[in-house]
């Protein structure tokens, strides 16, 4: 296979290579091969596999770096796959001239404010890997439709907007794998409205993706978040986010992960989500979620939220176990970390084990704290010192605090009361162990709980 530069490529990172690199690319059959080298580039490379049949992109072992001194993507594959993943809706020409393009062992460097690394339409089985992209407006951006997309063992580092982008894109079986994801300015990865659907997110670091002293991005929205998905008027579903380090430096609006579904959509837009075995931390709030349905939020680590560690809201089927919340809890510290959940039905949180948790005031809030709430259940925690209550109820119905250990152990106790219910009726308070509150250490109203076998250690 020829290399560029028999195509005339200069590669000096001067001259505008466009044009000679899209004569190899025709004259190599959608095969372009770089070698180590600066290709610098002001229009799209673009890949048409329906009139060039199977394309790759290959560089010599990270040697070629590709410059995208225009707008718009430096690299553009199109292709015509009009159907899903299933076998029996691909059709011959997309298997004959469009599945599996590769692009693999290149950089690309952005010198525009509109350049774009990577943009995927209509692609099939589309792979990237050992890449790197910095300095784009969006890293890889998948657009329209796109099925069985790989990125994998790849640095997305230093755009100026999203990192991975599936932008409105009808997108399932994706796998991201392997990645640094990092210094992105608004995100991450960043999913808006679209169908996505068998999302896996394992083994990333996905740090710093935010733009410190920014409150707000251009378009108004909170900006801040290493992993964000936003469908107010479509579907991100059967995601799992396992194994990753996830953390940022803090900003106001911040999150390490904000999942927004749509409120006025059933099931809510966001739904079947695992959040599994991450770290999670340094961001103003940890997990943000809106509007989402059956999500499992499992044996992470989170730490260092001053505003929240989660914080729900209008979800249902929501089950959060098996995590530690804290950060060191130190009187030196600043107050962080919490938990709050709002207008939320049919969940659990359970196997807390919680440290120092200082949301709420001495007037109102703890470091659990249900708001509207029904059918919720708070068990078999551990709140250690926490700075103004351990669990607190606020106008729930049919909720229970059952068997969790709470205590302030500190000289200058802060914990007002380990357990507050207000308003709310049928809820229940049993077999908790509760000890060094200022006040009472349970306060529950028979009008709005039973309260019974519970451990006061004072």
Known sequence: MPYAYNFGAAADGVTDDTDALKHAIEEGGGVLKLSKGTYRITKPLVFDLT??????????????????????????VLGDHRGTALPNTVQPH??????FPIVSGIEILGEHPEAIGIQLRK?????????????????????????????????????????????????????????????????????????????????????????????????????????????????????????NTIQATVQPGGANIRIHGSGQQAPYGARLLAITGNILGSQTRGIELFSAQRV??????????????????HCSGLSMSGNTVAWQGLPKDPP???????????????????????????????????VDCSDFAVSDCNIVDPRHRGIELENCTRCRVTGNHIIDRREQASMQQAIRIRGGKNNLVRNNTVGGAVGDNISAPPESAVSDGNLDWD
């Open 94 to 99: 997309t298997w004959e001239n469009e599945r």
């Open 296 to 313: 499992t939020i499992t044996g992470n680590t989170i730490y260092g939220a001053p505003d929240l560690s989660l914080f729900a809201k």
């Open 51 to 76: 009139k060039q049949g199977y394309a790759a992109i290959l560089g010599d072992g990270g040697t070629a770096r590709i410059v995208m001194a225009g707008p718009g993507p430096a690299i553009q």
């Open 336 to 370: 962080r970390d919490g938990i709050r959940i709002e207008e939320c039905d049919n969940g659990v949180l359970s196997g807390l084990v919680t440290h120092g948790l200082s949301s709420g005031s001495p007037e109102a809030g703890a470091a659990v704290t249900l």
């Open 123 to 243: 692609t099939m089985q589309m792979t990237v890997s050992k890449v790197l992209v910095r300095n784009c407006k969006y890293g890889v951006h998948l657009v329209e439709r796109n099925r069985n997309f790989l990125l994998c063992d790849s640095h997305i580092y230093d755009n100026a907007e999203y990192g991975l982008f599936l932008d409105r894109c009808n997108l399932h079986q994706i796998n991201v794998t392997g990645n640094h994801i990092s210094y992105n300015k608004r995100a991450g990865i960043k999913s808006l409205d679209g169908d996505v659907h068998n999302l896996q997110i394992t083994g990333n670091d996905i740090e710093y993706n935010n733009h410190p002293g920014v409150d707000k991005s251009p378009n108004g929205e909170p900006t801040g978040a290493e992993i964000w998905f936003e469908a107010p008027d479509g579907v991100i579903s059967e995601v799992t986010i396992a194994s």
